[in-house]
């Protein structure tokens, strides 16, 4: 049995005692603001349209919550209480360590397949400070005290317990992601031991890995010019579409997608209304354009910078390396793109599996020279993309102080993670002295 959350109430009690019809009411508009939240998101849903669904009046709504903003956090309370139930319901008892670790990552896949759609909406600028955050900062903590216990066991090597968290919480997600898009090749059950087996022994295969004598797990080759992937240079029309492209990235990572106007963009690149239109037929489009672009700029470093490398372990490595770089310098970026898939899901699937397509062609290689190890390359693509999500998220996006941004021991430690898992020091020298001899 485990329950490692605790919770406080965050929000007012309700303004009256509640009989039983009043228990009635309140549930009802509930779980119908869910069905409306989930439907239409944070930003755009309204009162008028939850009381209207649930047959009630608006003064019945303001007899049981204050505000919009209330009944949201009643939900996020609800969700984080049922992943306490959840956990504290664990039978891990008589199970051996990948048997506990299995059913923890069963339980926190299962939360984000069951939760979903909230999980999406707290992509939304208006929730990420003040919600997000503290959201997964729970599920986090379950997950820390956990790998803690397990650590003081020796079942594994000393880790930083928050990296593995967020990692974990980021490949759920994304697992959930793709199978909600996709057509998949195996059931959930595998999926679970898939990310077992990832996390415990990491993506790195069993052949031997020739380094140079200067390498270091943060070294990474100069990259190759961007005339060599970009071809011809702009022309004054394309350069002002990236002008007005830049300048949406950063107003809507500064105002948030709902709150920012045509006006603010023009204003910011220096355009005229009028120039807009010629580029983009509405906001709406621009959004689009600019997920798109944003995907060619990160598919574009990503290709220079590993372009000569030959061993994809050491791909994987740099290219971590590079989305941290990336991620840095636009991350108003990583707050519009989860904020867009409330918008148009479509758009932000594809910004997905384009980064997706790249991976599994290379991936595909580094299994059969047996670099990498021998799963299914669409699984791992999602995996890899999803951890690197969510650490970025967490040590480069959402800081708002120097103590928990990204640095050098950092992305050393989630390297190394990646590569080779979580299992005991020994179990890892074993494998590279079994490799050594193949």
């Known amino acids: 049995m485990i329950s490692d959350i605790s919770t406080s109430p965050r929000n007012p009690r309700p303004k009256r005692p509640i009989g039983t019809k009043g228990d009635i009411s309140r549930a009802t508009i509930l779980d119908t603001a869910h069905e409306v939240f989930k439907e239409m998101g944070y930003y755009n849903s309204s ?39 959840m956990a504290a319901s664990l039978k891990l008892d008589g199970l051996d360590f990948h048997g506990r670790l299995r059913e923890v990552i069963r339980l926190l896949y299962i939360h984000s397949r069951d939760n979903f759609a909230f999980h999406r909406m707290l992509g939304e600028s208006e929730l990420i400070d003040r919600v997000a955050i503290d959201f997964y900062g729970y599920i ?180 971590i390396l590079v989305s941290f770089e990336f991620i840095q310098q636009h991350k108003w970026i990583y707050r519009i793109v989860p904020e867009f898939e409330m918008i148009n899901q479509a758009v932000t699937f594809w910004y997905y599996n384009k980064i997706s397509e790249g991976y599994i062609r290379g991936l595909e290689q580094g299994i059969q020279k047996a670099q990498i190890r021998n ?12 951890y690197t999500h969510f650490i970025s998220l967490k040590w480069i996006v959402w800081p708002t102080d120097s103590q928990t941004r990204m640095t050098d021991k950092i992305a050393r430690e989630v390297i190394e993670f990646m590569l080779y898992g979580i299992k005991p020091e020994k179990e890892q020298k074993k494998e590279v002295f079994l490799s050594r001899d193949q």
């Not at 204050?66 to 984080?80: A, G, H, R, V, Y």
């Not at 380094?211 to 190759?224: M, V």
């Not at 799963?375 to 999803?386: R, S, V």
Request: glycine letters at 6%; a positive charge.
């Open 375 to 386: 799963l299914p390359p669409a699984f791992l693509a999602w995996y890899l993309m999803g």
């Open 47 to 85: 009162i008028s349209e939850i009381t209207r669904r649930c047959n009630v009046s608006v003064a019945t709504f303001y007899r049981y919550f204050e505000n919009k903003k209330q009944i949201f956090l009643q939900m996020n309370d609800m969700i984080i209480s049922r992943f306490k139930e």
């Open 140 to 319: 986090a903590r379950f997950i820390r005290n956990f790998l803690r216990r397990e650590a003081r066991s020796e079942n594994i090597r000393p880790v930083n317990p928050n990296i593995i968290a967020y990692a974990l919480i980021g490949i759920c997600y994304f697992q959930v992601l793709r199978k909600d898009k996709t057509k998949d090749e195996f059931p959930e059950d595998k999926t679970v031991d898939l990310i077992t087996e990832l996390v415990i022994n990491g993506i790195s295969g069993p052949s031997r890995w020739n380094k140079a004598k200067d390498w270091d797990i943060l070294s990474r080759p100069n990259p190759i010019p961007i005339s060599t992937v970009e071809g011809e240079p702009m022309t004054k029309g394309e350069k002002t579409r990236q002008m007005i492209l830049l300048s949406a990235e950063k107003i809507f990572g500064q105002l948030g997608v709902n709150r920012t106007n045509i006006a603010d963009i023009t204003r910011d690149a220096g355009v005229a209304h009028g120039t807009f239109y010629i580029h983009f037929e509405s906001k709406g489009e621009l959004l689009e354009g600019l997920v798109k672009y944003a995907n060619h700029l990160i598919r574009r470093d990503l290709q220079r910078a590993v372009m000569n490398v030959r061993d994809r372990r050491d791909v994987e490595r740099i290219a």
